[in-house]
């Protein structure tokens, strides 16, 4: 399948560099031209594979964390939302109410009820425990302006300030060693068991011998043959919202051992995406003000109203994959409006003829979209119908792209992975993007940046036990 990526992919690349500072002098590196040994070979070195790190060298294991990537940060570098917490001293203070059991109730209607209960438990449970981790490592949080469950920065990106502050944390141990520009390409195993992994470096390939191995190479952000092939109806995505290294490593080399996989299906794309940002989807929905999409034809193609799931096959299955996202005035003054004419740069005019060619599209075939819109006009059995009548009129060209691996390797408390039989693999554990059975269908923004520290230090804990 062509495989084209977002512009976003180079930039963040740029970004990331700058933002993290990470060059081979500033970690400990020294890679070898033989094989090594270690107690704990972590493999990825966003913000799960940081926490796992720090805690297996914190429990004096000797540890050895790699990554692909020329910089440390993973998909934690670029997020910009927050993080999900119960029962915090933030919210007690704040006046606001989210319990260890409304963590859990959230959790699970968010996830249709698919989410292994034992696992999003534990998470709620700890989650306030793994905030208290991070304040002790110098970030600072508030609460967010209207949502109980998410703590966000004081002040700075939220991302690039985590990824900074596991990296100091991390060179204070000596017992912990950094590689980057370092692939792994298999496990190895031996008598059934995990003992390391091939890896391939600026020196060659070699092998790393370790009584365990932890996985936390993310997710299928920028692996949409993946994604298709576990579910077809979104192998028209063409976009990605993921940094680049985001290409299914770790849930590759596992399923080749035997390890099993949950909730594959429930990849979260997202339908409107441009490059840099993906538009909220309320700007063609919100009851009377609602835009619409149209095609390169420049006609409309599906309700927009639609569940976002639902829309992304239909943007897909387009001529080029691609939508153009139109609204006017009413909707540009908007939060949400506002958010992607700025963000999305989006393109501006007097009148829906000079936007359809500032556009690209036949102006006379969007005259006459527009027009049957504003008469109520409707085939695909939209919800609400909305006007677009209000200059200066505002278009977009935006695609699919993915955003966040919902399913992964399956696992279980003591985060070991599991195999087809829903017996541990002995040696592996996993945290991260890489695991599935903590989101089902639906995500809480913030649970996956607490699940990396809840069972990241749960992962670095059990790898050194074992």
């Given at each position: 399948?062509?495989?084209?990526?977002?512009?976003?992919?180079?930039?963040?690349?740029?970004?990331?560099?700058?933002?993290?500072?990470?060059?081979?002098n500033?970690?400990?590196?020294?890679?070898?031209?033989?094989?090594?040994?270690?107690?704990?070979?972590?493999?990825?070195?966003?913000g799960?594979?940081?926490?796992?790190?720090?805690?297996?060298?914190?429990?004096?294991?000797?540890?050895?964390?790699?990554?692909?990537?020329?910089?440390?940060?993973?998909?934690?570098?670029?997020?910009?939302?927050?993080?999900?917490?119960?029962?915090?001293?933030?919210q007690?203070?704040?006046?606001?109410t989210?319990?260890?059991?409304?963590?859990?109730?959230?959790?699970?209607?968010?996830?249709?009820?698919?989410?292994?209960?034992?696992?999003?438990?534990?998470?709620?449970?700890?989650?306030?425990?793994?905030?208290?981790?991070?304040?002790?490592?110098g970030?600072?949080?508030?609460?967010?302006?209207?949502?109980?469950?998410?703590?966000?920065?004081?002040?700075?990106?939220?991302?690039?300030?985590?990824?900074?502050?596991?990296?100091?944390?991390?060179?204070?141990?000596?017992?912990?060693?950094?590689?980057?520009?370092?692939?792994?390409?298999?496990?190895?195993?031996?008598?059934?068991?995990?003992?390391?992994?091939?890896?391939?470096?600026?020196?060659?390939?070699?092998?790393?011998?370790?009584?365990?191995?932890?996985?936390?190479?993310?997710g299928?952000?920028?692996?949409?043959?993946?994604?298709?092939?576990?579910?077809?109806?979104?192998?028209?995505?063409?976009?990605?919202?993921?940094?680049?290294?985001?290409t299914?490593?770790?849930?590759?080399?596992?399923?080749?051992?035997?390890?099993?996989?949950?909730?594959?299906?429930?990849?979260?794309?997202?339908?409107?995406?441009?490059?840099?940002?993906?538009?909220?989807?309320?700007?063609?929905?919100?009851?009377?003000?609602?835009?619409?999409?149209?095609?390169?034809?420049?006609?409309?193609?599906?309700?927009?109203?639609?569940?976002?799931?639902?829309?992304?096959?239909?943007?897909?299955?387009?001529?080029?994959?691609?939508?153009?996202?139109?609204?006017?005035?009413?909707v540009?003054?908007?939060?949400?409006?506002?958010?992607?004419?700025?963000?999305?740069?989006?393109?501006?005019?007097?009148?829906?003829?000079?936007?359809?060619?500032?556009?690209?599209?036949?102006?006379?075939?969007?005259?006459?979209?527009?027009?049957?819109?504003?008469?109520?006009?409707?085939?695909?059995?939209?919800?609400?119908?909305?006007?677009?009548?209000?200059?200066?009129?505002?278009?977009?060209?935006a695609?699919?792209?993915?955003?966040?691996?919902?399913?992964?390797?399956?696992?279980?408390?003591?985060?070991?992975?599991?195999?087809?039989?829903?017996?541990?693999?002995?040696?592996?554990?996993?945290?991260?993007?890489?695991?599935?059975?903590?989101?089902?269908?639906?995500?809480?923004?913030?649970n996956?940046?607490?699940?990396?520290?809840?069972?990241?230090?749960?992962?670095?804990?059990?790898?050194?036990?074992?």
């Open positions: 399948m062509k495989k084209k990526s977002l512009a976003i992919s180079l930039a963040l690349v740029l970004i990331l560099t700058v933002l993290v500072g990470c060059t081979q500033e970690v400990k590196v020294d890679t070898p031209d033989k094989a090594t040994e270690v107690d704990v070979l972590v493999i990825g070195g966003g799960a594979g940081l926490v796992s790190a720090i805690t297996a060298a914190e429990k004096g294991a000797n540890v050895l964390l790699i990554e692909k990537m020329p910089m440390l940060g993973g998909n934690t570098m670029i997020s910009a939302t927050g993080l999900t917490a119960s029962d915090t001293k933030i007690e203070e704040a006046g606001v989210f319990t260890v059991q409304d963590h859990i109730d959230r959790t699970m209607k968010e996830g249709k009820d698919l989410p292994n209960l034992e696992l999003v438990t534990i998470l709620a449970e700890n989650s306030n425990a793994g905030l208290e981790w991070l304040l002790s490592l970030l600072e949080y508030k609460m967010h302006a209207t949502e109980a469950w998410t703590l966000v920065p004081v002040e700075g990106h939220f991302g690039s300030l985590m990824i900074a502050a596991y990296r100091k944390e991390a060179e204070k141990y000596d017992n912990l060693e950094i590689r980057l520009n370092t692939k792994a390409t298999e496990l190895v195993m031996e008598d059934g068991k995990v003992v390391g992994a091939k890896v391939e470096g600026k020196d060659g390939e070699y092998t790393v011998k370790a009584n365990a191995v932890i996985l936390a190479t993310g299928l952000g920028n692996a949409p043959d993946v994604i298709a092939e576990y579910n077809p109806k979104y192998g028209g995505g063409t976009g990605t919202m993921s940094t680049a290294g985001a299914g490593d770790g849930i590759k080399m596992a399923t080749a051992i035997g390890a099993d996989v949950v909730d594959m299906e429930h990849h979260m794309m997202r339908p409107l995406a441009t490059p840099g940002y993906w538009i909220r989807e309320t700007v063609v929905s919100d009851e009377e003000i609602g835009g619409i999409l149209v095609n390169k034809s420049a006609v409309r193609f599906t309700d927009e109203t639609a569940h976002r799931w639902d829309m992304v096959p239909e943007v897909a299955k387009q001529d080029g994959g691609v939508a153009y996202v139109i609204f006017d005035a009413d540009a003054e908007t939060g949400n409006g506002k958010a992607a004419i700025d963000k999305a740069k989006m393109i501006s005019a007097d009148t829906i003829e000079e936007l359809a060619t500032k556009l690209g599209l036949d102006p006379a075939a969007l005259v006459a979209t527009v027009e049957a819109y504003n008469n109520g006009e409707d085939e695909f059995g939209r919800k609400t119908m909305g006007k677009v009548t209000a200059a200066p009129f505002y278009g977009v060209q695609e699919v792209a993915s955003h966040f691996t919902m399913g992964g390797l399956a696992f279980n408390k003591n985060t070991e992975i599991l195999d087809t039989n829903g017996n541990p693999i002995p040696g592996l554990y996993g945290v991260g993007e890489v695991l599935g059975g903590l989101y089902g269908a639906g995500r809480v923004y913030g996956d940046t607490m699940g990396n520290v809840v069972f990241g230090k749960i992962a670095g804990e059990n790898a050194v036990g074992k």
